[in-house]
């Protein structure tokens, strides 16, 4: 939180600058996290208080809180974006946004796969950032989804708590409907 204030002082700094120098800028510049750390989740709903919008890093999110180097072969497998702590810290964040009326956007190999993106959207995530190559088949994706069936998905994946359970239901779903 202190880092974000400081942050976002240093902006306002900027724009006071830039006002007595009479250049152009953005006058309400909207000022967001990168949510990639694990200690962020404990305190999201006070950084939603003061942020614009979160973006989840999925990629290191997922490292960091579960300790393994996705890069290294020998710990690779325990990474997975699918385990209880990584899902329930997802929906956490989401919550916060949702409750205070900030946009959430996820980026990352999580936001690119198409298994993940009913979790995601029944998540309540709405907004992913990916490269343009995955687009066709994450369209492809979502054209055979609800936001019903999603939710559906997603309640029954949180109230897991072992991976291998999850790792079924996602299966399940991700069949051809």
């Not at 724009?15 to 404990?42: A, C, D, R, Y």
């Not at 208080?49 to 979160?54: G, K, M, N, R, S």
């Not at 973006?55 to 690779?76: H, K």
């Not at 990584?86 to 198409?114: F, T």
Request: hydrophobic residues 40%.
């Amino acid at each position: 939180m202190d880092e974000f204030l400081q942050a976002k002082s240093i902006v306002q700094e900027c724009i006071h600058q830039l006002k007595t120098e009479h250049k152009g800028f953005i006058q309400n510049p909207p000022l967001g996290i990168m949510v990639e750390l694990p200690s962020i989740v404990e305190i999201i709903d006070e950084i939603a208080q003061e942020a614009d919008f979160f973006s989840i890093g999925t990629n290191d999110l997922i490292q960091y809180m579960l300790a393994v180097d996705r890069t290294n072969e020998r710990v690779a497998q325990l990474y997975l974006p699918h385990h209880p702590a990584v899902l329930r810290a997802l929906k956490k964040i989401v919550n916060a946004g949702l409750k205070y009326g900030k946009e959430v956007s996820i980026c990352g190999d999580m936001a690119n796969d198409p298994k993940y993106l009913g979790l995601l959207l029944g998540l309540g995530i709405r907004c992913f950032s990916m490269d343009a190559r995955y687009l066709p088949r994450m369209h492809d994706r979502l054209r055979q989804l609800s936001i019903g069936e999603c939710e559906t998905l997603t309640q029954q994946v949180l109230a897991q708590s072992q991976i291998s359970r999850i790792a079924q239901i996602l299966e399940g779903f991700d069949s051809p409907l």
